[in-house]
């Protein structure tokens, strides 16, 4: 049974840091993509990063560029995300999923696997 677990959320001011991580459990995640979503109240989910099998290559959202950082430890079957200069437009529940293969898709339906999901809260 694949298990993913989301922490690290919180609330921070606007200009702050805050890195949340994802624990796998019940599958090496080795051998696929992770990435991670993030779903704002009343919004879809929507792409945030995205990390090769290896760690080798990363994309990231237009909205998030230059300000997140995703990475993995695959010793550690876990994935993180490094968020800094935070603005209030990324409050939003943030989630880590699995993909279904290595590909590094950047829709939800390319992830069949998810973290119950971490809430970010920036205040201006």
């Known amino acids: 049974q694949v298990q993913l677990v989301d922490s690290g959320g919180g609330s921070v001011q606007a200009g702050g840091s805050l890195s949340i991580s994802c624990a796998a459990s019940g599958r090496t995640i080795s051998s696929y993509a992770m990435g991670w979503f993030r779903q704002a109240p009343g919004k879809e989910r929507e792409f945030v990063a995205t990390?090769?099998?290896?760690?080798?290559?990363?994309y990231y959202a237009d909205s998030v560029k230059r300000r997140f950082t995703i990475s993995r430890d695959n010793a550690k079957n876990a994935v993180y995300l490094q968020m800094s200069s935070l603005k209030p437009e990324d409050t939003a529940v943030y989630y880590c999923a699995i993909s279904r293969g290595n590909g590094t898709g950047r829709t939800p339906y390319d992830y069949n696997y998810w973290g119950q999901g971490t809430q970010v809260t920036v205040s201006s």
């Open positions: 990390i090769s099998d290896n760690g080798g290559v990363a």
